[in-house]
């Protein structure tokens, strides 16, 4: 594709613009006026290519970056734009489906608040100067922050970090699997074990979005579709605020926030007592168990004791079963515990495997590195921080007070495709490629096959000029840094093609396009064991605060707000409010009632962070000690379609060093509530959550669904 | 010469019969000269308002459909209820001029040319609007079938098209009718008239003289229009009907919507009646003509129709009430509850209340409150087509879709533009041509003193050789 | 002009015919959608695949508001459960104890539709695919298909978007298979018309039937759970008319009397007699 | 007096039924002529197509002269070469639209033909600096309306048993005119979907309007 540069550009561009142009004189006026006789110009290749015919769509593979999970796409090119994206069949992360979030790559790409040009102190600068600049300033204690990342992308930025000293790479990621990983690790010794929930009859979720944002929703969903073909599995979630996940429950049972870990601990305690289960290898979760008896669950989480059965019973009796956890360290802990004392273990959760070349090994952020980061900044053990793939000055929750931290840091790079509340802050900007014009490699943190790595190829070449691809950049500076062995290279294509030639051992040409056909290839791997649960500490502190508390939940589509700047994740209807453009507060009719507060109340939300001012909305998918403010919107400098709502990240402090809760969103922040006075209708695509007797969605029970077979 | 008390509230006789046939003319031809101030503000605010519709209808066209504040439960709104009441006020000049007519009820003489005028003009009203509401405007020719090589022809399945047809035959045979009833008239104004009148009625009075065979081809030509024009009125406003009947919408889909269209039709067009009786009794000084026997006679009639009104508005309710179609029974439930119940209170007071009022002699005799009352059943008869529409469709069947919606400003602009040029036609015509029909004045004169003097004189001169009135009046001059 | 007169005769005769017999008479194709309730998790990934490939306009928040948004796919979410007779204890729980009712709505190609009838210039008619076809440069705006939908899932361009919604370079995007539709004009969603004449036009290339599966709408392509199913009823032995058959559900009834009544498969407002073409599974809850 | 009047001439209905008719008449006429746009003159060229079994639409059209970055000739070179249409237009055959050919197959043949010709110097020196002409769009129809290349070329070229790929000039000719007889492109047929209309009925192609509008 690098062949004929500069003709496929030169090309694109033009015929992009034309064609486009002219579709959009649509049916407007009659033929006879939209008739373009001699006006429209038409540009023809300068040599053919022979895979690409114009009017002919051709299907390239590449990977999605939209969120963690890498999934595997297909981008239908035409014309040289690329039009639609697809999931790739081919992978076993997402087997050919995309979430919204990776159908909406395209407007990632093709946004029209994009960062064209350098830029040094915000003024418009060429790449010399803004390297040379660089060059300069970041050369001792220089940090990287990033979200997630694998890949060679990391490889060289591992080099870099090498090359200018003793700095250190902060992955920051707020939506996380941390207290999972933490967890299995701790437990059963591997950080991320194989879950299948297809095997599973039923499925005990503690506040882990599966299907909504959790590692890789995705595979999960995939996997949840043959959850529910017959024979059907149950699945069931303890959650503060009904996520994805939770719409979707047989039976959602409400938690005060925070206390999920008691709820299992309930879980496993009527396990013991009712259903004669043990756990003789884990004395100290057995005795955990023990202690959290049902009438304690009830005053501590608010849970009903015929609930609590409900759930015990329905593990007790189905088998295989699996509990997944992500609401609190200890939740995780004690959702290990069960999987062990239920017997999944070797079932529905079997070990992972990782990928044997461990510098391309994907890192799954966390909120730790962003705390630990902002701590160095104050410290002053950060001269330089380069940026990419994280918007630390959005994402960072109060507490940590990021902003004086990006301050004391002396030398600050961005490298970004859009303008955000951290390019603002920023020296340096470099105008970074998006997704879908960009080389790069990335190792699946979880669901693809065994060591699999996904190549990401440009589907379109760049649409502005002086964006550079994150690994040209990495390479430059790679170069500039002294690292050696990179000089070999004039740029990241050249680099990545080599390195995957080693890798799949093979130089030749036929080989290399295969992999870019398939979009991925296998490295070798080596499977994890498990070892027989070491026996943690099971520890559950209560929280003693009776009062509201502050629940920040990620939904699926602006995610952790990296997406607010597609007018179609905008647009798209939040799954359980479907409220659309603006931000809300989730709180159920009692406790609304309580305060005299009804639908489309302004209310101001104070915590001892700060407050933010939104509209509630009531339903019964809120704990009443809870308030939910999704994260996401909010942003201030974020592009045309990013400035609607509040971010309730501004608010919550983060309780960090607290190992039972270490991560925002598990976070339950004490809140005040009080009426504003304003009352204004939230915009949603729908003003009844009733279906007024309808035959809209019938539900039956599943004793039918089983007389059936669901019809199968 | 003919004493005061005829004009008074206890007149009984439909027309003076001692009416000098001169001053009839005198009296028409000085209605349609010399406008006076209050006939220049009329005119300079129905142009004030049409000109509004038009800044709307640009803006409109300029921004989209979207400046209605239509949506997507609400397609259609205002405008479509606006023209079905237009429709509707078409229906009284057909009553008056061809039913009346052909049953021979000679009261309606004087009186029916303006209501011709009116069914015309308002005809012209309601055509605006289907073609406004066009979401593309500039195709509206589409829906007429008309040769392309396309080989694309209009869906004459749809009620929209019967529309079409119906209104433009309506329109074209009304215009024919009101014309047609003129000539003679017009040959008067020729006769009294000069400058460009003079040339104008010229041409249009087709060198009228009144010889017997011009009188019997005219007599026949009027008549067979007459006939004609009775079931194409009927059918027009079935047909309109039709746009909702035709559909499936819970509130629409009802089976007695023609005759209940047709009913409200004549109902809202008697109303209008008495409002322009009023006005132009009062401005043109028309008391000898417009009397108050025949304002009463309309407003009898305006009771009945609106009883047969009222009767099929419940038996519509009832036969949804009793039915088990229950999306259609919660839209009935909605308007008499929901936000729109204002608006369906409102009609069912002004439609089905208010007409009792004319039980009262007082009232039929009284031309002021008479007048505000014709306004108020015409409100009524409006806000019955309004919530014909809108209630509908703001339920529906599907619960997403609903919805409360109240129209935007181009909606209202366009339906107070719509009376503004209604009354620029109306107020055009009665200055040019005449709003009372002299010839069939005079006939009416003629044949009343027929029937009452002839038999009397025989008598008198057959018992006592004292000359009759008969004698009398020739004496004072006549013919 | 004669062959012009004859295609008008035949046409109207066929018309007529094809009228009498409730919808197009000689059906091509008939492509139907089984829709699993069960498998849906509301995840709106089909409406943002829709939107990507048919060219959707995004409204901003006021339009929005004013319900004057175009999405031709939209996930409804429903609270309560009609159909469900609940155990005593979660009668009357104040929590939402059994999640929430996603319900994915989109056109659904009603056999005896009832936009079609109506439309004064047949910009909406059967095609012989058995799809409810909507021609965007002949529809004139009178808006009366869309008031006559029971599913009111015809959206109007109330407006001009596209300088809003597609900003440059974003009109790069635009799928050129699709016109985009300009103010004035009524749309909807097609089943996605323009992959069923591409993968048409490639059969007939080959000269062979196009086979099941070759044709995928993009909300059936994209959607995680595979929830959605997309075929040719008249093939027997398409996945979707096998699910039809499964479920007994026949096409042209307003009731359906099953062997089988516990099977899942339903139609929307089957009652109207409008015969829609998409088959939802009924979702299924533990109680 | 009566007398006169007796002999007045009757309304003369005959000549106004006869003007009414005459009337309705130019009203249906000017419609057809506003519909598919008829230019009175023809382009003067007239369509050579000879396609067995294929009965197509006679009207020309009378297209502006669309000036193009170089002066090419299919006159010349389809014509008088007897240049085959699709080794240039290659894409006709296996896309929706015909394309124009890359600027490679024209350097082709002019690195060695006619190298002297300002023309040919023009295109070289484009190709020299890597950018491709910008030529000017001739056949054009509205973006709502979706032709395939490919669908026709076959059903009336390849599918057809009597035809054989040099008789691909006929088959163009039915859309484009005879283009052998021309210079510089020109727009020679209506293309009006009035005369889409006609070759489909004439050639029972599809009726279905979702065929060409989506």
Not at chain 1, 297 to 305: K, N, R, Y
Not at chain 1, 386 to 415: D, E, Y
């Amino acid at each position: 594709m690098s062949k004929t540069k500069i003709n496929r550009r030169n090309f694109l561009k033009v015929l992009g613009l034309g064609g486009a142009g002219a579709a959009l004189a649509g049916c407007d006026m009659p033929s006879y006026v939209t008739l373009e006789e001699g006006e429209e110009k038409i540009y023809s290749y300068l040599a053919p290519e022979e895979y690409v015919i114009p009017g002919v769509g051709v299907w390239y593979a590449s990977t999605c970056l939209q969120c963690p999970a890498a999934c595997g796409t297909h981008g239908r090119v035409r014309e040289g734009r690329v039009l639609k994206l697809e999931g790739n069949p081919n992978t076993a992360v997402n087997a050919g489906k995309l979430c919204q979030m990776g159908q909406a790559a395209l407007q990632a790409h093709f946004n029209p608040d994009r960062i064209t040009e350098p830029l040094i102190n915000g003024q418009p600068a060429s790449w010399d100067d803004a390297l040379a600049l660089i060059n300069e300033k970041a050369t001792k204690n220089v940090a990287w922050m990033t979200g997630a990342i694998s890949g060679h992308q990391r490889v060289l930025l591992d080099a870099h970090l090498a090359a200018t000293g003793k700095g250190r790479h902060y992955a920051v990621e707020t939506i996380n699997a941390r207290a999972w990983t933490d967890a299995g690790k701790a437990v059963l010794s591997d950080a991320m074990p194989t879950l299948h929930l297809d095997k599973a009859e039923a499925v005990l979720s503690l506040g882990a979005d599966m299907l909504g944002t959790w590692i890789s929703p995705v595979t999960f969903m995939g996997q949840y579709g043959q959850f529910r073909a017959a024979p059907r599995g149950v699945l069931m979630a303890v959650e503060p605020a009904m996520s994805l996940t939770g719409a979707n429950a047989d039976q959602w049972v409400a938690a005060k926030p925070g206390t999920e870990a008691a709820v299992a601990l309930g879980v496993g305690h009527l396990l013991m007592t009712k259903h004669g289960l043990s756990l003789n290898s884990m004395p100290n979760a057995t005795s955990a168990f023990q202690s959290m008896t049902p009438a304690r669950v009830q005053d501590i989480a608010g849970v009903s004791e015929a609930a609590l059965n409900k759930i015990a019973d329905t593990l007790a009796s189905r088998k295989p079963s699996l509990v997944v956890a992500n609401a609190s360290h200890a939740a995780a802990r004690v959702a290990m515990a069960l999987n062990i004392m239920l017997g999944n273990v070797g079932k529905t959760l079997t070990p992972g495997a990782s990928i044997v070349a461990d510098p391309l090994a994907p890192i799954m952020g966390s909120t730790k590195d962003l705390a630990e980061f902002a701590q160095n900044a104050d410290a002053g053990k950060i001269d330089a921080v380069f940026i990419t793939g994280a918007n630390p000055a959005f994402i960072a929750p109060q507490g940590l007070n990021m902003a004086a931290a990006l301050k004391a840091v002396g030398f600050k790079v961005a490298l970004a495709t859009c303008h955000d509340e951290t390019t603002k802050v920023c020296d340096v900007v470099l105008p970074l490629s998006s997704a879908l014009e960009d080389w790069g490699t990335h190792v699946p943190a979880y669901g693809g096959k065994p060591g699999v790595v996904h190549l990401q190829q440009p589907l379109m070449e760049p649409l502005h000029a002086e964006t550079r691809g994150l690994g040209d950049i990495l390479l430059t500076l790679g170069k500039s840094a002294g690292v050696d062995g990179l000089e070999a290279f004039e740029d990241y294509y050249g680099y990545l093609r080599t390195a995957v030639s080693a890798m799949i051992g093979s130089e030749q040409e036929g080989d290399w396009q295969r992999v870019l056909q398939a979009g991925q290839f296998e490295a070798p791997a080596q499977d994890h064991a498990f070892s027989t649960g070491s026996d943690v500490a099971l520890g559950f502190s209560e929280n003693a605060d009776a009062g509201l508390h502050l629940v920040t939940v990620a939904r699926q589509g602006l995610y952790d707000g990296r997406h607010a700047n597609s007018s179609w994740l905008q647009e798209a209807p939040d799954q359980i409010t479907k409220a659309v453009w603006d931000s809300w507060a989730e709180m159920h009719p009692k406790t609304a009632a309580d305060f005299g507060l009804k639908d489309g109340d302004y209310v101001s939300l104070t915590t001892q962070g700060g407050a933010i001012t939104t509209r509630i909305f009531t339903y019964k998918g809120v704990h009443p000690k809870a308030v939910c403010v999704p994260m996401g919107r909010g942003h201030t400098d974020y592009g045309r379609w990013a400035s609607n709502g509040v971010n309730p990240l501004t608010i919550v402090d983060a309780h960090l060093g607290d190992w039972q809760s270490s991560e925002v969103l598990a976070t339950a922040t004490p809140v005040k509530i009080s009426a504003v006075g304003e009352n204004r209708h939230l915009v949603r695509l729908m003003d009844t959550d009733q279906q007024h007797g309808r035959k809209l969605v019938a539900t039956i029970s599943a004793q039918q669904f089983g007389r059936t077979q669901g019809g199968a | 010469m003919s004493d005061q008390k005829h004009l008074t509230q206890e007149q009984t006789k439909d027309i003076d019969e001692n009416i000098a046939w001169a001053s009839i003319n005198a009296d028409v031809l000085r209605s349609m000269e010399n406008p006076r101030r209050g006939y220049w503000v009329a005119m300079a605010v129905s142009v004030c308002l049409f000109g509004i519709m038009i800044y709307a209808e640009v803006y409109q066209y300029m921004y989209g459909m979207g400046a209605a504040l239509l949506n997507t439960s609400h397609m259609w709104d205002l405008y479509i209820s606006t023209f079905v009441f237009w429709i509707g006020m078409s229906h009284s000049g057909t009553l008056l001029s061809a039913i009346l007519h052909l049953v021979h009820a000679d009261w309606r003489k004087p009186i029916y040319r303006f209501a011709e005028a009116m069914t015309t003009f308002s005809l012209m009203t309601a055509g605006i609007f289907p073609v406004i509401h066009l979401g593309r405007v500039w195709n509206f020719y589409w829906v007429m079938p008309y040769m392309t090589d396309r080989g694309l022809w209009p869906n004459f399945r749809s009620p929209l098209i019967w529309d079409a047809f119906a209104i433009t035959a309506y329109l074209t045979s009304s215009v024919l009718f009101l014309y047609i009833g003129m000539i003679p008239d017009l040959a008067i104004c020729r006769d009294n008239a000069k400058g460009w009148r003079k040339t104008l009625y010229s041409w249009l009075s087709l060198g009228w003289r009144g010889d017997d065979r011009q009188w019997r081809n005219f007599r026949f030509t009027y008549l067979m229009i007459a006939c004609f024009l009775i079931p194409l009125a009927v059918s027009v406003h079935s047909i309109v009907s039709m746009d909702f009947a035709m559909s499936i919408m819970p509130g629409w889909h009802v089976t007695t919507f023609p005759p209940y269209f047709v009913a409200g039709a004549l109902y809202s067009g008697c109303a209008a009646i008495i409002t322009l009786f009023i006005l132009l009794r009062y401005f043109f000084k028309f008391e000898h003509y417009m009397t108050f026997p025949i304002l009463d006679k309309v407003c009898k009639l305006t009771f009945v129709i609106a009883m047969v009104w009222t009767y099929l508005n419940l038996v519509e309710f009832a036969s949804v009430w009793y039915g088990h179609d229950i999306p259609s029974k919660e839209v009935l439930i909605a308007k008499a509850t929901g936000p729109y119940s204002p608006f369906f209170w409102g009609m069912m007071t002004f439609g089905s209340v208010l007409p009792f009022s004319l039980l009262f002699k007082w009232v039929r005799r009284n031309m002021y409150v008479l007048f505000f009352a014709s306004i108020f059943l015409n409100v009524g008869m409006w806000l019955e087509r309004w919530m014909i529409v809108t209630p509908t469709l703001s339920l529906g069947y599907h619960p997403q879709a609903f919805n409360v919606m109240w129209p935007g400003w181009t909606e209202w602009a366009m339906v107070g533009g719509s009376f503004g040029w209604f009354g620029m036609l109306f107020l055009i015509f009665v200055k040019v041509f005449p709003c009372v029909s002299m010839y069939e004045v005079k006939e009416m004169v003629f044949h009343r003193k027929r029937t009452i003097y002839d038999d009397v004189d025989e008598m008198m001169t057959l018992h006592s050789g004292v000359p009759g009135p008969k004698a009398q009046t020739q004496n004072s001059g006549g013919a | 002009m004669s062959s012009l007169l004859g295609n008008i005769f035949k046409g109207w005769s066929d018309y007529s015919k094809g009228n009498e017999e409730g919808g197009h008479h000689n059906y091509e194709h008939m492509y139907a959608m089984v829709i699993d309730l069960d498998k849906c998790t509301g995840c709106n990934a089909c409406s943002t695949a829709c939107y990507a490939e048919n060219n959707l306009a995004t409204v901003g928040e006021e339009y929005f508001g004013a319900r004057q948004a175009m999405h031709w796919m939209r996930i409804e979410r429903y609270f309560d459960e009609p159909n469900l007779e609940k155990a005593g204890s979660e009668a009357d729980a104040d929590t939402q104890s059994h999640g929430a009712s996603f319900l994915p709505m989109m056109c659904q190609h009603c056999n005896a539709a009832p936009c079609e009838p109506v439309c004064p210039v047949a910009a909406t008619y059967h095609t012989p695919d058995g799809l409810n076809a909507q021609i965007y440069n002949r529809c004139i705006g009178s808006r009366y298909c869309a008031n006559n939908c029971p599913f009111r899932v015809r959206y109007f361009n109330f407006y001009d978007h596209q300088e809003t919604a597609w900003p440059a370079p974003m009109e790069q995007q635009l799928n050129p298979d699709i016109s985009v539709r300009s103010k004035g004009v009524m749309e909807k969603c097609t089943f996605c018309i323009q992959r069923t004449r591409a993968a048409s036009n490639t059969a007939k290339n080959e000269g062979r039937a196009i086979r099941d599966g070759e044709i995928q709408t993009a909300c059936q392509q994209t959607c995680p759970t595979s929830a959605i199913l997309f075929g040719d009823l008249l093939d027997e032995t398409s996945a979707v008319h096998q699910a039809w058959k499964r479920h007994q559900v026949q096409l042209g009834r307003y009731t359906q009397n099953k062997e089988n009544p516990e099977l899942r498969g339903y139609r929307i407002f089957e009652e109207l007699n409008v015969d829609t073409k998409v088959l939802y599974l009924e979702r299924v809850r533990e109680v | 007096m009566s007398i006169e009047r007796n002999k007045r001439k009757p309304f003369p209905w005959v000549k106004t039924a006869v003007a009414a008719v005459v009337v309705g008449a130019l009203i249906v006429l000017g419609a057809q002529v506003f519909e598919r746009q008829l230019h009175p003159e023809s382009a003067g060229i007239a369509p050579a197509a000879r396609v067995p079994g294929a009965e197509f639409p006679t009207d020309t059209f009378k297209g502006k002269d669309v000036p193009q970055p170089i002066n090419y000739s299919h006159k010349l070179h389809a014509g008088d070469l007897g240049i085959n249409c699709l080794y240039c237009h290659t894409y006709a055959r296996r896309s929706k639209v015909a394309g124009i050919p890359p600027t490679a197959k024209c350097m082709g043949c002019h690195t060695v033909v006619g190298t002297d010709k300002p023309e040919i110097e023009k295109l070289t020196q484009m190709w020299q600096s890597n950018q491709s002409p910008a030529w000017n769009k001739v056949n054009d129809v509205p973006d709502f309306v979706h032709f395939s290349h490919e669908r026709h070329l076959q059903k009336f070229l390849f599918d057809n048993p009597e035809m054989d790929i040099k008789n691909a000039p006929d088959v163009c000719a039915m859309c484009h005119g005879d283009m052998n007889q021309v210079g510089v492109a020109k727009k020679m047929k209506p293309l009006t979907m009035g005369f889409c209309i006609r070759c489909h009925e004439n050639n029972q192609g599809p009726s279905d309007c979702t065929r060409c509008h989506k």
